[in-house]
């Protein structure tokens, strides 16, 4: 947290020119994981508790609202593929694929929805990027969030809302909890 980072050190590091660095920094600027001061660069921003339950009470809201859209109406297919990204990311719990395959059947099941957007809202809000950041790469609970996945797509095929609903709350607040814990097990920021 608050590390300086250099464009032209990263440029050079990495062994690219520095447009592309430019443009990755640029984006974790607008996805709230870097800060720049004019004429002094780029800095890490601290993921605090407070970033983190704000985010996640942000995703939490938009999932429901999403939810409260589509369950009840969604095609027979549509709702097939939500099921294989959920088993998607049941397979990947134990390897590193569990990032990728986590934020494709959360957004997935927000663009059922079909509302660019919340979509749009939905993956600048960075809530799984951050999460990487918090986990560093370690996945703890990887069973129980991949039941919870389970348990969103049988609300989704049962039609139930109230179930649906149930269960996005009950896996947005696993999901908190790890942060938080994560958090304060670092000395209360990242």
């Known amino acids: 947290p608050g590390a300086q980072l250099s464009l032209h050190e990263l440029a050079t590091e990495l062994g690219v020119s520095r447009s592309p660095v430019h443009h990755a920094l640029t984006r974790l600027v607008s996805e709230g994981l870097l ?9 890490v921003t601290p993921v605090t508790p407070a970033t983190a339950g704000d985010g996640y009470d942000v995703r939490l809201a938009l999932e429901v609202h999403a939810a409260e859209r589509t369950v009840g109406s969604v095609a027979p297919p549509r709702l097939a593929h939500l099921r294989t990204l959920m088993e998607d990311s049941e397979r990947a719990i134990s390897q590193e694929d569990w990032d990728a395959a986590n934020a494709a059947f959360h957004e997935f099941q927000i663009d059922l ?17 951050m999460m990487q950041v918090i986990r560093g790469g370690k996945l703890e609970g990887g069973e129980y969030l991949a039941g919870e996945h389970r348990a969103i797509v049988d609300g989704f095929e049962a039609g139930d ?21 994560a958090i304060e097990r670092a000395g209360g920021v990242l």
């Open 35 to 43: 800060s720049v001061k004019a004429r002094r660069g780029y800095y």
């Open 113 to 129: 929805a079909g509302n660019a957007m919340l979509s749009r809202f939905y993956r600048e809000l960075s809530v799984n990027l």
């Open 161 to 181: 809302l109230a179930a649906t609903q149930r269960a996005i709350r009950t896996h947005i607040e696993s999901g908190k909890r790890i942060a938080l814990e």
